[in-house]
């Protein structure tokens, strides 16, 4: 409701202050994380400085104004002694199928849980033990979608173990026998690796919350969630001293690891132990 040179700085402080209390946009309560109100601020200060060199402005009011502090969350990683309870909590009674595998990817090459999700068979090569990460499964407001990585470092190449391989020649053949008893009903179209038993995609919600219950079932700290797979494939590859940039080649990081380290590795315990 202003006009561009009726703008200061205290609308914008203003803005940021409702943006912290309510400021969701997704029907969820409460407002939005101080990282997000700093990167409104970031590109309000981009678009006012196009306005400054276009001379419709003397100065920008968003300049010099103070910015909500950025806490990080203190982010919990697995040992190795963890993530094998895990697995072995998902490959019991109840559950197998399709977690073994998703855990064992999401640990040995630290793809985010859309880009696991988004995996089809032609993107593994199990005889060379790779898998070719290129998309993700994003829920949008038209429902699930996928989307192509933001940077060209989203799309990479990533080597399988052999216990990941074996997990998934065992699920290739679990759903080879799915797809004749639903016949038809089978979605062949999708070729998707994670899927639920039709084929169809799975819900990353969905996932993530029954997660949370194995990660409980296995005895694991509460603020253990799906994404903790990816600190701590990141953490385990540092742990027997893969080179940081290697590592973010991994994970699809383009800055060649000064993200990676700053966010993504995490001591080990056990390391420090010996």
């Given at each position: 409701?202003?006009?561009l040179?009726?703008?200061?700085p205290l609308?914008?402080?203003?803005l940021?202050?409702r943006?912290l209390?309510?400021?969701?946009?997704?029907g969820?309560?409460?407002?939005?994380?101080?990282?997000?109100?700093?990167?409104?601020?970031?590109t309000?200060?981009r678009?006012?400085?196009?306005?400054?060199?276009?001379?419709?402005?003397?100065v920008?009011?968003?300049?010099d104004?103070e910015?909500?502090?950025?806490?990080?969350p203190?982010?919990?990683?697995?040992?190795?002694?963890?993530?094998r309870r895990?697995?072995e909590?998902?490959?019991?009674?109840g559950?197998?199928?399709?977690?073994?595998?998703?855990?064992?990817?999401?640990?040995a090459?630290?793809?985010?849980?859309?880009?696991?999700?988004?995996?089809?068979?032609?993107?593994l090569d199990?005889?060379a033990?790779?898998?070719?990460?290129?998309?993700?499964?994003?829920?949008?407001?038209?429902?699930?979608?996928?989307?192509?990585?933001k940077t060209?470092?989203?799309t990479?190449?990533?080597?399988?173990?052999?216990?990941a391989?074996?997990?998934?020649?065992?699920?290739?053949?679990?759903?080879?026998?799915?797809?004749?008893?639903?016949?038809?009903?089978?979605?062949t179209?999708?070729?998707l690796?994670?899927?639920e038993?039709?084929?169809?995609?799975?819900?990353p919600?969905?996932?993530?919350?029954?997660?949370r219950r194995?990660?409980?079932?296995?005895?694991?700290?509460?603020?253990?969630?799906?994404h903790?797979?990816r600190?701590?494939a990141?953490?385990?590859l540092?742990a027997?001293?893969?080179?940081?940039?290697?590592?973010?080649?991994?994970?699809g990081?383009?800055?060649?690891?000064?993200l990676?380290l700053?966010?993504?590795?995490h001591?080990?315990?056990e390391?420090?132990?010996?």
């Open positions: 409701g202003l006009q040179r009726e703008l200061q609308h914008l402080s203003d940021y202050a943006l209390q309510g400021g969701r946009l997704d969820r309560p409460g407002g939005l994380s101080a990282r997000t109100v700093r990167n409104v601020h970031k309000l200060h678009m006012l400085h196009q306005a400054v060199r276009w001379r419709l402005l003397a920008n009011p968003a300049a104004l910015l909500p502090p950025v806490v990080e203190q982010m919990v990683t697995l040992d190795h002694s963890q993530a895990l697995l909590v998902a490959a019991g009674p559950r197998a199928g399709w977690w073994p595998p998703l855990l064992l990817l999401a640990v090459t630290g793809a985010r849980r859309g880009e696991l999700l988004a995996l089809r068979w032609s993107d199990l005889e033990g790779t898998v070719r990460i290129g998309r993700s499964l994003r829920r949008g407001q038209a429902g699930l979608r996928y989307k192509p990585p060209a470092a989203g990479r190449t990533v080597g399988l173990g052999p216990q391989v074996a997990a998934l020649r065992r699920l290739r053949v679990e759903q080879a026998e799915r797809r004749l008893a639903y016949g038809a009903a089978y979605r179209d999708e070729d690796v994670v899927c038993a039709d084929g169809a995609p799975l819900h919600e969905h996932v993530s919350g029954e997660f194995l990660a409980a079932r296995a005895g694991l700290p509460p603020e253990v969630h799906l903790t797979l600190h701590s990141a953490s385990f540092a027997v001293g893969v080179p940081a940039s290697d590592i973010a080649a991994q994970l990081h383009a800055d060649g690891g000064a990676t700053r966010v993504y590795v001591p080990l315990a390391n420090k132990r010996r």
